[in-house]
Structures are given as C-alpha cells and as structure tokens.
C-alpha cells in the first residue's frame, strides 16, 4: 500500500513539478558526464580530449533522458497532450481540409441524431404508463376478419360483462370514440376536446394523477354523480394551473361536472388526440343501453403471468357465453392486441425508413471524410516516413492519426448535436398540432441521454474507421518510399482505385435515396390527386346532430338506429329540413346529405350483399353501404354509369330501393345490367336496384377499390355536403347559424372544406413529411457525392498532370484530355448508378407498403433520378477536366 | 536469439540492487563499483543505467536522495527501501536457480 502510495507521489511530482524534475535528470546525467572526463584527465587527457571521449563514451544522453522518461511514466500523459497540440495545429494549417471534414461530418449527424431523436421518442422512449408492454386492447370480430384487424368497437353492456366475468386481466377499462364535449362558459358555448372513459381506465393504464384522484367505481353508471378530471394542459390553461381548482364546476353537455383530479404532465393517450376534459360513462344515453350498438374501445392489463394467448383463449370464452345467452347479433370471437401496436404501428415503418435514410445520409459523410484522410495521409507519406526514421514506433504514429481522428470527429459532433438541435426544434415546428394531437410522442422532442448515447457510439465508430485509414494507408505503402522524391509507387495506384471505389459506393447511396425520394413524392402526388369519384373543389362539409343523440353514429348496424331513434324522431325528417334550409340560402348551389361522408377515417358500418335468386355459394360477403339523400350525388358530382339517382320520394318514404357502385356492379352482375335487379342487403326483404354509380372514396384515399351500396337515408345525426358557387369559407358562418335556427339544440360541428378534409388526412400528412425528410437527404446526399467525386477527379488529374503534359506535348489535343478525365468521371458515374439502381428498387420493394399507386420500379422516377446524377456528375468533372486540359505541357516537362 | 538487453536487463536491476543494499550510491559509484566487481567484465553505459534507476525508483525498490558526493558536487543518492530488500532477496533466489539450471545444460558435453 504505502508503495503504491510512493509511486503514485512520483508520478504526481513528475506531472506537476515537471521542470524541476527535468531539471534535475538533467544534473544527474550532468554529473556523470563530469565524472567521466575527470576520469580520462586523471588519465593524462587534455580537457578537450577528455571531453569528446567522454562524451562518445556516454552516447545519445537524449536518448536516455527520454528512457528515464518513459521509466516515469510520465509519457503516458505527455505524449497525448503533444499528440493533440500537434493535431490541432496540423488542421488549422489545413483549414479547407479541416473544414470539409468537420462540415461533412457535421451534417451527416445532424441528420441522423435529428431523426433518432424522433425515433426514439416514437419507438423506444417507454409510453408513459406503468408496465405499458402488459397493456392490450381487447375487441371482438368476425373470425374471417380477426388476422388483420388492429382495432375494434365493444358495446358498453358486453363491456361490463366482460369486466365482470374476465379472470385473464388486473384491470379491464374502456373508453368512448365519440370524442368530444360541449363546454359552456360565461362566453357561450364551444366544442372541446374529451373523452369519456370508465371509472377504470387511469389505474389500468397505472396512471397516478398529478392532483387529486382519479374516478370512484361508483363515479361510473346511470345515477353516477358528474365528474371530471383534467389533463394537464387544460389545468394550466383554463384554471391557470391553481391548486384550488379541485372542487370547481365545469360546465360540459349542459351538467356541471365538478373538478376531481389534474392528470400528471407527461401522459398522453394517442386515440384521445389531445383530449383537456376526461368524464365517465354515465348518466343515459341510448348507445350504451344497446347491446348492439357498439362505440366503445378497450385497454387492459394482462394479470401477472398471463400470456396474451391465455387472455384471448379467457375473453373467447365469455364472448362465446354472451352469444349463447343473448339474441343480439354479437360478434364471434375475441382479439386481443398490444396497446403499442395499435398506438404506434403506422408510425413504425415510416421512422424505420426515414432513420435508414439518415443513416445512409452518414455513411456517405463518412465516405466522404475518409477519401478526404487518404487523400491528405498521401500528402504527409514524406512527414511520417521521416519520424519512422528518426525513431518514432508505430505505436506512436497510429496514437498521432487517432488523436487526429478524435479531433476531427470530436468537432463535427459538437457541430452536429447543435445542428441537430436545431433541426429539432424545426422539426416540430413542421408538424401541425393536427398531427401532434395524433402523435403526442412527438411533443417533445430534445437532447436527452439517448442522442447523446447515439450520438457517442458513432463518433467511436467514426473515429477508429478515420484511424484506420491513414494507418492502413501508411503501412500498406512502402515506408521508405516516401523520402523518394517524385515517387510514383505502386501504392499510388491502388489508393487511387480504392478511392474510385469509395466514389462508386457514394454514387451508389445518393441514387438510392433520389429514387425513394422520386417515388415518394410521386406517391404523395397520387395520394392527393387520388380518383375519388367526386368533385372536392367548392364543396363544404359539416356534421349535425341533435345533442342528445351521437353527432355520426359511428356503427349502428342495419335496421339498429332506426329501433333506437323511433320513438324520438321520424327518421330523415331533420335531415329534410335542415337541407331544405340550406338550399335557399344565397351562394349555395346543392345540397345532400348521409350518415357518413367521403373520405372518413375508421370504420364503416358494412353487410352481407346477396343476389336474389343466386345461391350465395356459402359465404356472405358485407360491403360498406351508406345511407344518402337523393340530392346526395348530384351535390358530390358523382358519376352515374347506369339508370338514375333517388327521387325525393323514395327517400322520404324510405323505399326499399339501392344503388350500387360500380365494382359492386362489376362483382356481382359481371357482363349483364344490374338495373331492375334485386338485392338484400343486410337484411331482407330485398331491394332493387335502381342506378350504378363510378366508385366514391368512402374512407382513407389508401384503400383499395371495394364494392358498396347507397341505401336512402334513415337516421338522425348526419353528414351534409353542400356544394357552394364560390369559396367555402365565407359560406360557414351563414351555414352553420341557418342550421341552428331549424331547430333549437343542434349540434354543428367540423365545418371544413373538402379539400381541407383531404389535406388534413392522417395518410397525407405523413406521407409529405416522409416525402419532404427523404427529399432533403437526398439532395444533401447528392451534393455531398459529387463534392466525392469532384475530389476523386481533380486528385486523379493532379497525379496525372505529368502524364496529361507528355500526352499534350506528344500532340494529344485538349478534346482528347477532356475526353480522359471526364470518360474516367463517366465510368465512375455509370458504374456507381447502376449499382445504385438496383439497390433502390430492392429497397422500395421492401417498402412498397409506404408507397401509394406507384410501383417499386417505376420507370419515369428511375430514369429522372439517373439523369439527374449524370448530369450534375458530369457537370462536377467538368471543372477538373478543363484545368487538366489547360496545362502548359512544357511548364510539366520542365518541373520534371 | 532474443534481443541481449532484455536478459541484461533484467540482471541489471539485480546487480544495481544488491550493489546498494551495501550502502547508498549515486549512478556513477554504481556503475564503477560494477565495474570493479566484475574484474571489469560487466561495463554498464549511462544509457542503461540511469533507465533503470528511474524504474527502479519508479516501482519503489529505491529511494532517491540528493546529497553532496565526494567531489564537492550535488549527486543523486540511491538507497534501498524496505520493499526493494525483499525484491532483491526474492530476485537473487531467482537467479540462482536460472544460473544452475542453464549451467547443468550448457557445460553437458
């Protein structure tokens, strides 16, 4: 120990009282060296004499003063700090190097911490629940339905029964879709945003609310007292985050819901989009008093030890009980799927593709920076060959290239974290807080110890790939070589290949992400300009609803609204009148209305389509179909292919007529005419089919053309399209305030445009974010490779240049240089492309989930990504070719 | 054959300690007293001598002092610590037994 101790005293004293302790090695050797001469005067030598012999005697004293030194240890420390003096002055001798290498390196981290920041806050950041990877949502379906489906409504009876009866969960609570609450202040009354969950939900999901407490069992039901917790933000915003807002009333649907909790501020539940006001299930409504009517989703907790498989096995039981015991049309089995999924599966894909994007952007950076060291290593083969002869290990010229490296990258990530800081914040200043409220892992996004971790890994590995190659470069030449003047080794020739390689595999990369750049601009483009079978320019939509019943009724199925709206209205009759008003008013040009309108997110309520007087073959297969008014077409301007539209009669006496689309026609009544034909629809008795109309795209643009069905229209709550003489805009006010005067307590909400609508569709969104991310790479991408190639040129030209003044003076004319050059460019350029070709393709196909109506190999895209590549390469190698070309042939001779 | 100064080396920390576990030395006294020891057949340079004092300084077998020599100068005295008695018992037992044992082979006809 107390050696140890001794040593480490040494050590300390000669770091820190350095010059005394070179001092005094000095006076030791000093002494001896006296010692010596002494000796050879004593033996009859002049002074002189004496002090040569001594000296050749002793040999290289500075030698030994640096093995003392090395004995010390002290080089340990030393040599770094030397190393990184060196270094540094090194690259500020060099600026133009340094700053490429830092800028380039800079950029490719930017890049992709910027996107990992997004990924991680998406993918790995934990949701902010307790134990989130045991939480499911459970739902059930048909089994022909149950591989595909993500998502699935419950009615609140089988919920309850399901709560009572489950033994597979801890905890099993739900919440209702139809978001969404009416808050009247002193100010009047406005929509906000809210859910209505069970008293459950925040201990299953293992919430504990910032203040107060979350909902009694008892808090939930018909007699259930009004309560409401808040999420943070509306906390801040509406009660200016005070203590005493516990206890206070809130006013939502018309009853005073007092204040019971605050949520805490980091939670967030993707389905809820941002929703300020949580009430429960309570009081009547007349959806959760019908089993069939289905409006709620679960989320459950698996019970310690309990697989998914088990769980599923447990809830298909009871499910199948429920069936046995109910007449209802219930559905037949149950599916359980991770809450992560559901929350973040569409998200996955697109952050995969943008990270791989990003990642791709730093490769090339990185290429970029290596060709930068060995072209400059190539300049220093002289400098190191000279300290390899002075004496210097190899051990100590690879310490000088890592520091170098460490340097190097040491700058470019501080340069990038703060770009990608940046980049951050810009990011998600892009993102509308539509998207947000979809997405709210994207709230906030920053440096955190993740990036920093990403961030650190790459720099690492960056660093020792940057060692690496000056050191393979050096040891692979000939280490004499270099002290030869104008030595054209071998060694020469094949870095040059090599750095002709690095170019190819950068070419490589930028046409990779040009083309998936292409399709997904060429994707978003279709998604845009899909063939919705309508016209959506001029064309307003809201929705209305008396408040009592639900705005849209989400999935009533056939024949169910109708027993549930009986007693409170003649069916249509709202509908009726409200377009009637809406057609007089001025600016207006046609009105229609349905249950739901185009374009709708989610799903839609579907049955069984049988021909009448064909045998269904066993299976019965349900299409969407939609309940319309008879000017419902006509205002959509529609295209009719065969017979006609619904007169006003046979909606208003709700005749048992239909019309089919055309794949519907195309499917069922192929080669003949389906007018006049009867088909049941859902269920019987059968309806004849009165006109054929071009498809309509009911929901998201992505889906695929699918048969349906337009029946007239029979409920209450709808969907009103109105196709206006000029903007939409200015008409709302006047729609909306006509609207409310039909009947007092109407419920108007959503006003858009159409076009708003299909702007505003999560598909679309995404789509041109991803489009505009990959974009940018690619074009950061593709300037940085020809910055690649650019250098690999004028390097080869440079070495070349004797050769290209023998070719000149030999009588080779400029035409023939440029021919050289740009032909060595050409190659590299059409090698680097093709390869790049392939790789894109391959990559799309793996992709083509993303893209929209464009096929992986696309011909325009690829044939537009090549030409632009080849062009701009060439134009890159045109500025070295024309310095070669203007050499003076004797000047090179002469240098000679 | 493996390189001479590793073997030497070695033994020359050997000889260093058991040369001072008389008295202090300073490096010149030390080489010298090598010298005459040896019937002038070990001649230690300064060029591996002082190295190995710093080790041996550096690894705590010798402790540095700076005194006035016998010429009237400023000289830096070695001594041996405690630890380098025990290092020098162990290391001469060492040698011992490696010298036996190359002898048995080397002077076998």
């Known amino acids: 120990m107390a050696r140890w101790l001794a040593q480490l005293g040494l050590r300390l004293r000669s770091l820190f009282l350095k010059a005394r302790v070179e001092r005094e090695l000095e006076e030791e050797l000093q002494y001896h060296l006296e010692r010596e001469i002494e000796e050879r005067r004593a033996a009859g030598l002049t002074l002189e004499e004496a002090r040569l012999a001594a000296r050749r005697s002793m040999g290289a004293i500075a030698q030994s003063m640096e093995e003392c030194r090395d004995m010390r240890r002290v080089n340990f420390i030393e040599h770094p700090i030397r190393d990184v003096r060196f270094a540094l002055r090194q690259l500020l001798k060099h600026p133009g190097f340094a700053g490429t290498a830092i800028f380039t390196l800079a950029l490719g981290l930017c890049a992709s911490v910027a996107i990992f920041g997004f990924v991680d806050a998406a993918l790995i950041r934990p949701l902010p629940y307790k134990e989130p990877l045991r939480l499911v949502t459970a739902f059930g379906t048909r089994p022909d339905l149950a591989q595909s489906q993500r998502r699935g409504y419950v009615s609140y009876l089988n919920f309850l029964d399901w709560r009572a009866r489950n033994r597979a969960f801890s905890s099993i609570a739900a919440y209702d879709v139809r978001a969404g609450f009416t808050l009247t202040t002193s100010a009047g009354a406005q929509r906000v945003s809210g859910l209505r969950v069970t008293s459950g939900f925040f201990r299953t999901l293992g919430v504990t609310p910032a203040l107060g407490r979350e909902f009694h069992p008892d808090e939930e039901g018909p007699a259930a007292p009004p309560t409401v917790v808040l999420a943070y933000s509306a906390w801040q915003t509406r009660f200016g985050a005070k203590p005493d807002a516990l206890g206070q009333t809130v006013s939502l649907q018309g009853a005073p819901h007092v204040v019971i909790g605050v949520l805490p501020r980091d939670f967030h539940f993707t389905m809820a989009e941002h929703a300020e006001f949580w009430a429960t299930i309570r009081g009547t409504q007349a959806c959760w008093e019908n089993r069939g009517c289905r409006s709620l989703e679960t989320v459950a907790r698996l019970a310690d030890g309990v697989s998914v498989q088990t769980a599923t096995a447990d809830l298909d039981a009871i499910v199948q009980q429920l069936r046995s015991q109910q007449p209802d049309p219930n559905p037949a089995t149950a599916k359980l799927v991770p809450l992560r999924e559901v929350m973040l599966g569409d998200v996955r894909p697109i952050m995969l593709m943008l990270l791989s994007g990003a990642g791709l952007l730093l490769l090339i950076a990185a290429i970029n920076v290596v060709s930068l060291l060995l072209a400059r290593s190539d300049s220093r083969t002289r400098e190191i060959a000279v300290r390899h002869a002075l004496g210097a290990s190899s051990a100590r010229l690879v310490l000088q290239f890592a520091t170098e490296a460490l340097i190097l990258v040491a700058a470019g990530s501080v340069f990038g974290l703060t770009l990608a800081t940046w980049g951050m914040r810009l990011l998600s200043s892009l993102l509308s807080p539509d998207m947000i409220s979809r997405m709210p892992y994207f709230e906030v996004i920053g440096l955190n110890v993740h990036l920093i971790g990403f961030a650190c890994a790459v720099s690492v590995i960056g660093a020792v790939a940057f060692t690496l190659a000056p050191v393979v470069r050096v040891s692979v030449s000939e280490p004499l070589a270099g002290l030869k003047e104008g030595c054209r080794g071998s060694a020469r020739t094949t870095w040059r290949r090599f750095g002709s390689y690095l170019v190819v595999a950068e070419i490589a990369i930028a046409v990779i992400l040009l083309v998936n750049a292409g399709l997904l601009g060429k994707s978003l483009y279709r998604l845009l300009h899909v063939d919705t079978g309508f016209n959506a320019r001029r064309l307003a939509t809201l929705s209305v609803s008396p408040v009592s019943v639900p705005p849209v009724s989400i999935r009533p199925g056939p024949g169910q609204a109708k027993a549930v709206d009986a007693d409170r209205e003649q069916p249509g009759a709202l509908a009726r009148e409200v377009a009637e008003r809406v057609a007089a008013l001025p600016g207006v040009e046609a009105v229609g209305y349905a249950d739901l309108l185009p374009l709708s997110p989610g799903l839609a309520p579907s049955s069984g389509f049988q021909v009448v007087g064909r045998s269904a073959g066993g299976v019965i297969e349900d299409h969407p179909v939609r309940r319309v008014s008879a000017g419902y077409f006509t205002a959509l301007q529609a295209t009719l292919l065969r017979g006609r539209y619904f007169t006003e009669e046979e909606v208003t006496s709700i005749r048992r007529v239909v019309i089919i689309n055309e794949t519907a026609a195309q499917r069922y009544f192929p080669g003949e005419d389906p007018i006049g034909k009867s088909i049941v629809i859902g269920a019987p008795p059968a309806r004849e089919i009165v006109g054929v109309v071009a498809d309509i795209k009911d929901g998201p643009p992505e889906t695929p053309a699918h048969a349906a069905a337009y029946v007239p229209f029979d409920q209450v709550g709808f969907g009103l399209v109105v196709r206006t003489l000029q903007a939409e805009e200015p008409l709302f006010p006047s729609l909306v305030a006509a609207i409310r005067e039909v009947r007092p307590g109407l419920l108007v909400q959503g006003e858009t445009s159409m076009t708003e609508r299909m702007n505003r569709l999560a598909s679309a969104s995404l789509h041109r974010a991803t489009a505009w991310l990959v974009g940018s790479f690619a074009a950061m991408a593709l300037v940085l490779s020809l910055v690649g190639l650019y250098g690999v040129v004028a390097y080869s030209v440079g070495q070349r240049t004797r050769e290209i003044g023998v070719r000149m003076a030999l009588g080779a004319r400029r035409r023939s240089v440029y021919q050289l050059v740009v032909g060595e460019a050409a190659r590299l350029v059409g090698v680097g492309t093709a390869l790049g070709m392939i790789c894109a393709v391959a990559a799309a196909t793996l992709m083509r989930r993303l893209f929209f109506g464009v096929q992986s190999w696309d011909a325009p895209t690829l044939a537009t990504a090549a030409a632009l590549l080849i062009v701009s390469a060439l134009l890159a190698s045109y500025i070295p070719a024309r310095r070669a070309a203007s050499v003076n042939p004797t000047d090179v001779l002469r240098a000679e | ?109």
Do not use: C, F
């Open chain 2, 1 to 109: 054959m493996s390189k001479p100064t590793d073997l030497v080396q070695g033994t020359l920390d050997l000889l260093i300690l058991k040369i001072i576990a008389l008295e202090p030395m300073h490096g010149w006294a030390i080489a010298g007293r090598i010298r005459q020891m040896s019937n002038d057949v070990l001649q230690v340079g300064q060029s591996a001598l002082y190295p190995a004092l710093h080790k041996l300084e550096q690894q705590g077998w010798i402790d540095a002092e700076w005194k006035l020599s016998e010429n009237n100068r400023r000289a830096k005295y070695y001594a041996l610590t405690r630890s380098g008695r025990k290092a020098l018992a162990k290391e001469a037992g060492r040698w011992e037994r490696l010298s036996t044992a190359i002898s048995l082979i080397v002077s076998r006809a």
